[in-house]
């Protein structure tokens, strides 16, 4: 099985700052049928259902907002939320969707400072 | 508008079954593979069994396997889940996630499992 391994677990950042996540797999999710890599990273706020924000690492999904990016290749993965705002305060997970079982990252939780 | 609506849930005594059904409108069912999910209480996400587009191919997690089926009736645009032999372990809430393969990009409000004497 490949463990996904998130960092931090919370991480506190000022209103207009720059939030950063990381996410390691414990082998690669780069695709050689498409050389792309099979990572997404969701957002979860509370009380509601995880909602996709990326996949193929770094493809963002409709209606997310441009200060998120998604990046890395491989085993090595970043979630980054520039100019960081309220409305952005959740869990963040990130997945591999390389080879079942899927399996995700322990979560990390974007507060404000 | 992509829907997808959770149902089944409840309190069970360990040992027990419940079966989780998704009814599901908006996309064209028969196009997506589909998946369970489940959330314990406070806890992160955990992947539990993804099927295929016609039932064919199906896979679980390993802590579920020979006591958690998953299936779908492409009829009636549903997925189902069928938990046997219920531990305290699996209480949890149950989302059903469409995927575009495996990217599960739409997912429902989730259910509420509780394994308890």
């Known amino acids: 099985d490949i463990v996904m391994t998130q960092s931090p677990d919370s991480l506190a950042v000022s209103l207009g700052e720059r939030a950063t996540i990381t996410c390691k797999s414990s082998?690669?999710?780069?695709?050689?049928?498409?050389?792309?890599?099979?990572l997404a990273w969701f957002q979860q706020k509370p009380g509601q259902p995880p909602k996709l924000f990326f996949h193929?690492?770094?493809t963002r999904e409709s209606g997310v907002p441009d200060r998120f990016s998604g990046s890395g290749s491989g085993t090595d993965f970043t979630l980054t939320i520039s100019n960081l705002q309220a409305e952005d305060v959740a869990v963040y997970y990130c997945?591999?969707?390389?080879?079942?079982?899927?399996?995700f990252g322990g979560g990390t939780k974007v507060e404000i400072k | 508008e992509v829907q997808l609506v959770e149902s089944g849930g409840g309190l069970v005594q360990p040992g027990g079954s419940l079966r989780l059904s998704c009814a599901t409108s908006?996309?064209?069912?028969?196009?997506?593979?589909m998946s369970w999910v489940r959330q314990a209480p406070g806890k992160g996400l955990e992947w539990v069994a993804i099927?295929?587009?016609?039932?064919?191919?199906?896979k679980y997690l390993d802590s579920v396997k020979g006591r958690f089926t998953i299936s779908r009736d492409n009829a009636k645009k549903s997925l189902f889940l069928q938990m046997d032999s219920l531990r305290a372990e699996d209480t949890a809430v149950y989302y059903c996630?469409?995927?575009?393969?495996?990217?599960?990009?739409?997912w429902g409000q989730g259910i509420l499992v509780t394994v308890s004497p």
């Open positions: 082998q690669s999710v780069l695709s050689s049928s498409n050389n792309m890599n099979q």
């Open positions: 193929w690492a770094s």
């Open positions: 996630a469409r995927g575009a393969g495996y990217i599960l990009d739409y």
């Open positions: 908006g996309f064209i069912f028969t196009g997506n593979w």
């Open positions: 997945q591999q969707y390389y080879s079942a079982p899927l399996t």
């Open positions: 099927v295929n587009q016609d039932g064919s191919d199906k």
